[in-house]
């Protein structure tokens, strides 16, 4: 089975996380992250002040946004391939990556939209800043569910020689533990949930990133491994 | 295929623990279901009283006194940290229409759909909601323009759901295989129908045309809520009636019979 | 894709396609299925219709006076005369005919076609004379019925469409698919005379 598709898609992510790593370090949203505790007039301020920054990388991530979508469709494969009796978690898999990067282009066009012009109300302003929070942070709901489909997958493959070491499915029960924080912080102005803060921001996006690169690991050994084994259509 | 599992993979149709259920990946997703459902059910009613919708032509003190309510902030934690299963719950869909003999288009067009409508009538009207009691001190006429985009989103999203409906239909009548009766496929038509019926909400502020009215929201939600209980207990029925010989991961004496029921593909 | 036509079978219930004796229930009997229900939803409308045209009589009957009396009696007898040739048609595949059979279903398709064509006759003037759904309540239940009757329509044609090619392509034509459509076409011709009757007659 020639799996050069796969590998040349799996390739195509560490470029993309460079780029999404570049365009976290120059977001002036995020260094540092806004505080929920700003009024409306302090943000339509920071919006005023950042906006060329801001816009740069309201752009980029709008091109970026699906960047990643090639190693999660690489894992979609992956999953299909287990001897389980049907393809529903390469379905529910696929359908929540879907929702998840639409999401997050929700957040960039709010804070595009924020930038574009920035002599609005300051109501609409910051209306909009905490919607684009909102989708960034908030919507982990189909991650956890994807890793947990992931998850069951390896633990449900009956193959002899399973196609991923069974630790990658630990540790994506682990990210579904660590990312769950973030759905809270909707409730907090300030404090580690607070959308700002170091469990709902700063653990969220380490694990995110963690996560990203030992898929990518995980995923390049199974492709190499794959050999003759031909996938199950999904 | 890569070696064969062994006799512990025998087919048994009464396995004596359900962890070695033939299965159990199918059973697992079918059963998130009912939890997604009610857990829905329970967020949106008794804890938020988003649903039954309210008013269109509310009064605005009254919609932004509903638009502060805490309670819609602790939903919108509930919601974001399970929504994740609405994907699963129509992933159950797609394995039937995958033993289908028709082409992958339908089920894809489901996916598709799918995907689409897990954002636009799921999770942006629910921030919609969320955000205007996340921080208070937002115009009336901001939380009014919030209140309407969420219930406007929540009801009056029908486009995704009409592709969904319409595949599905289709998808149904024109199988061979009889995976799921015919009067259900006739009957997801009448789900496609509940999207037109709904279209007049996006113009009317009263009566029964409105999102909160007779006819665009009762009767059609009677029609959706009995559609979705009868689809899962078709779905049900359509599990525990599969084969194991059909199974993705049934052992090889049963094999010759998988590759042919899949060649039944169209393209 | 699968032949609409070939895939056809008949559903649950009706295990022969070509069952000769008189008192077999025409077509699959899911159709039957979806007739009755679709009836029962339009049935719900009608109630509808009926109960808020008791709450707003003057309302109601000034609008129902700005309606197109003239196109919606054309369109009655167009449907009617559709149907007639469809149950003709039937007739005649039912014996073996196959020539007239398919003749008489051009007809009818010819006279369905017309209908959606006025329809637009009808409305288009009504909107740019700014009679729109949001109007009145009358209005709204108005195009809302029409309109999704529309929908039956523009469904039934499609398949007598395939009903035709049908005939016209297949050594063994199905009857019980023939049967199936004409049902179907019915019940939008029944659909039709009850709205015709509450929304452009009734007084």
Known sequence: ?234 | MAEVPKASALPAEHATSWRKNRKLDQWIAFWSVPFFFNLFGLVFVPLSWMMPPRSPSSTTPNIVDFMHSHNLLIACVILTLAYGLAPVSNACYLMQVRRMSVSPAFRYSMMIGAITGAIVGMLFPMFCFGLGAFRPGYSSGVLTMLYDFGYLAFIGSLGCFCVMWMAFGLAIILDENSILPKWLGYYTIWQYVTELMAAPVWIVKSGPFAWNGLMTFWFAMTLYVSWQIIVYVCIYRAIKNQPEAELDNASPELRPKVVELRSGTSA | ?203
């Not at chain 3, 056809?8 to 007739?35: A, C, E, I, K, L």
């Open chain 1, 1 to 234: 089975m020639n799996t050069r598709g796969q590998r040349i898609l799996l390739w195509t992510a560490p470029p993309a996380v460079a780029l999404f790593a570049l365009a976290y370090l120059v977001f002036p949203v995020f260094s540092p992250p806004l505080s929920p505790t700003l009024t409306p007039d302090q943000v339509a301020a920071f919006f005023r002040g950042n906006n060329t920054g801001i816009l740069g990388v309201a752009i980029l991530c709008n091109l970026i946004a699906c960047s990643l979508v090639p190693l999660f469709a690489v894992t979609a494969v992956q999953i299909s391939r287990a001897a389980t009796s049907s393809t529903v978690l390469t379905y529910a898999y696929l359908i929540c990556v879907g929702v998840g990067t639409t999401a997050f282009i929700l957040a960039d066009y709010c804070w595009g939209m924020a930038a574009f012009r920035p002599d609005r109300d300051p109501q609409l302003t910051s209306l909009l800043n905490d919607m684009a929070w909102f989708f960034f942070i908030a919507p982990v709901g189909t991650i956890m569910v994807q890793n947990l489909c992931f998850a069951l997958s390896v633990y449900l493959d009956e193959r002899p020689d399973p196609i991923f070491p069974r630790w990658v499915a630990h540790f994506n029960v682990a990210t579904v533990v660590l990312l769950a924080p973030s759905a809270f912080s909707i409730l907090y102005k300030s404090g580690p949930l607070a959308w700002n803060g170091p469990l709902s921001f700063t653990l969220r996006l380490t694990t995110f990133a963690v996560y990203i690169a030992v898929m990518f690991w995980a995923l390049l050994r199974a492709v190499r491994h794959q050999g003759d084994d031909r996938v199950v259509l999904a």
């Open chain 3, 1 to 203: 894709m699968t032949n609409v036509a070939e895939g056809f079978t008949p559903g649950v219930g009706n295990s022969r396609p070509d069952d000769s004796r008189r008192d077999h229930v025409p077509g699959d009997s899911s159709m039957w299925f979806f007739v009755i229900g679709d009836l029962l939803i339009f049935g719900v409308y009608f109630v509808g219709y009926m109960y808020f045209r008791g709450q707003n009589h003057e309302l109601f009957l000034q609008s129902q006076a700005r309606l197109n009396l003239d196109i919606g009696a054309i369109n009655t007898v167009m449907l009617l005369t559709s149907s007639l040739f469809v149950a003709l048609g039937t007739e005649a595949a039912r014996a073996g005919n196959r020539a007239a059979a398919l003749q008489r279903f051009w007809i009818a398709l010819a006279f369905g076609a017309a209908f959606p064509l006025l329809k637009m006759f009808e409305w288009i003037p009504e909107i740019s004379s700014g009679l729109t759904p949001g109007t009145n309540l009358f209005f709204m239940y108005y195009y809302v019925m029409t309109g999704m009757h529309l929908c039956h329509v523009a469904l039934g044609l499609v398949i007598m469409g395939f009903v035709i090619r049908n005939l016209k392509t297949s050594t063994t034509p199905k009857i019980s698919f023939v049967e199936t459509g004409a049902t179907y076409w019915h019940m939008v011709d029944v659909l039709w005379l009850v709205l015709f009757a509450l929304l452009y007659l009734m007084r």
